[in-house]
């Protein structure tokens, strides 16, 4: 597995399985009270996407039917680049006191060892179970130069050294066409239709250079091993309900048997790729799958090492 790949597997709340990767996007989460920090927002907003990173805030998620908790905070520090924590007290009735919100989410960061730019109006005092830790004290005419410098040095420390890496699409992109494969253009009825039979599934559509075999590609690095050989199966469901249906489509006069008979070795031809995260992942998927059709599964580190020994020119 890379070094760069790590997953947070017991999660903290007791849910089953956890296995979100740490510091997996180009994101920052951030905690901070919906009332006190209106002015801070909108200027952390606007440095961060300058730079690429998508802000992440609890309250701007919504999570139907979902656990809110794991959903829309501890799932998104986990993966979040670095974080941005905004101290700043409430005040009711006169009275300064801590966001306990804002405060356990950045117990969370400190658990998980996030990297942390805390920020808290100059004015104001920590909490003194946080007070002993470095923060970025401000005023409203300084906020936007402490948090420039701030954000360009967490990017700076979180991000690999060496020259820029490719992005995950592109060398996802790189990975199939050392494989022969590109992507299909959907230009015509037939490919839509072999398309759309597995894209409700979350695959994609390759062909070969010649243009005369069919790749599904499944791009299932966010997801767990049981999932993943759910869309597998269905897929594979979904392929056999199709072939089963030439007799059908011949008497209802909409193909003939020489074209059925092409069609169902096309069909029977299809490949499989299943993309996952980590080798743990590749064995438990290839060990609980048996098909017909030919399928392959491969990791992340699989494709690196695949794009390594082209020379090094792609990644």
Same mark, same amino acid.
């Given at each position: 597995?890379?070094?760069?790949?790590?997953?947070?597997?017991?999660?903290?709340?007791?849910?089953?399985?956890?296995?979100?990767?740490?510091?997996?996007?180009?994101?920052?989460?951030?905690?901070?009270?919906?009332?006190?920090?209106?002015?801070?927002?909108?200027?952390?907003?606007?440095?961060?996407?300058?730079?690429?990173?998508?802000?992440?805030?609890?309250?701007?998620?919504?999570?139907?039917?979902?656990?809110?908790?794991?959903?829309?905070?501890?799932?998104?520090?986990?993966?979040?680049?670095?974080?941005?924590?905004?101290?700043?007290?409430?005040?009711?009735?006169?009275?300064?006191?801590?966001?306990?919100?804002?405060?356990?989410?950045?117990?969370?960061?400190?658990?998980?060892?996030?990297?942390?730019?805390?920020?808290?109006?100059?004015?104001?005092?920590?909490?003194?179970?946080?007070?002993?830790?470095?923060?970025?004290?401000?005023?409203?005419?300084?906020?936007?130069?402490?948090?420039?410098?701030?954000? &360009?040095? *967490? %990017?700076?420390?979180?991000?690999?050294?060496?020259?820029?890496? $490719?992005?995950? #699409?592109?060398?996802?992109? !790189? @990975?199939?066409?050392?494989?022969?494969?590109?992507?299909?253009?959907?230009?015509?009825?037939? &490919?839509? *239709? %072999?398309?759309?039979?597995?894209?409700?599934?979350?695959?994609? $559509?390759?062909? #070969?250079?010649?243009?005369? !075999? @069919?790749?599904?590609?499944?791009?299932?690095?966010?997801?767990?091993?049981?999932?993943?050989?759910?869309?597998?199966?269905?897929?594979?469901?979904?392929?056999?309900?199709?072939?089963?249906?030439?007799?059908?489509?011949?008497? !209802?006069?909409?193909?003939?048997?020489?074209?059925?008979?092409?069609?169902?070795?096309?069909?029977?031809?299809?490949?499989?790729?299943l993309i996952v995260m980590s080798d743990r992942d590749r064995d438990a998927v290839k060990k609980a799958l048996t098909s017909k059709y030919s399928f392959e599964v491969i990791s992340l580190d699989d494709m690196?090492?695949?794009?390594?020994?082209?020379?090094?020119?792609?990644?």
């Open positions: 597995m890379d070094k760069g790949i790590r997953k947070h597997e017991k999660c903290i709340i007791g849910l089953p399985r956890c296995d979100y990767v740490f510091s997996s996007t180009r994101s920052c989460f951030i905690a901070y009270g919906f009332e006190t920090s209106a002015l801070e927002m909108n200027i952390l907003r606007g440095l961060l996407e300058k730079r690429n990173v998508e802000p992440v805030e609890a309250g701007g998620k919504r999570s139907p039917g979902e656990h809110a908790f794991c959903v829309k905070i501890c799932s998104k520090i986990i993966t979040s680049q670095f974080c941005i924590v905004l101290l700043n007290n409430d005040l009711k009735n006169g009275i300064e006191s801590a966001n306990a919100n804002v405060n356990m989410e950045y117990g969370l960061m400190l658990g998980f060892n996030k990297y942390v730019i805390p920020f808290q109006r100059e004015a104001q005092s920590l909490p003194f179970n946080v007070a002993g830790l470095d923060t970025v004290k401000y005023t409203s005419t300084n906020f936007e130069m402490y948090a420039t410098t701030a954000i &360009d040095q *967490a %990017i700076a420390a979180t991000t690999q050294s060496g020259s820029e890496p $490719l992005s995950a #699409d592109q060398k996802l992109n !790189a @990975y199939v066409l050392s494989r022969d494969m590109n992507w299909v253009r959907l230009t015509s009825e037939g &490919d839509r *239709a %072999i398309f759309d039979l597995g894209s409700g599934f979350g695959f994609n $559509l390759l062909i #070969d250079f010649s243009g005369t !075999a @069919y790749c599904y590609l499944g791009n299932f690095t966010q997801l767990r091993a049981e999932a993943i050989i759910w869309r597998f199966e269905m897929l594979v469901r979904a392929i056999d309900q199709r072939r089963s249906s030439w007799e059908t489509r011949i008497k !209802a006069g909409l193909m003939t048997k020489e074209f059925a008979t092409w069609a169902d070795e096309l069909f029977r031809s299809f490949k499989i790729w690196n090492h695949a794009l390594e020994q082209l020379g090094g020119a792609l990644v």
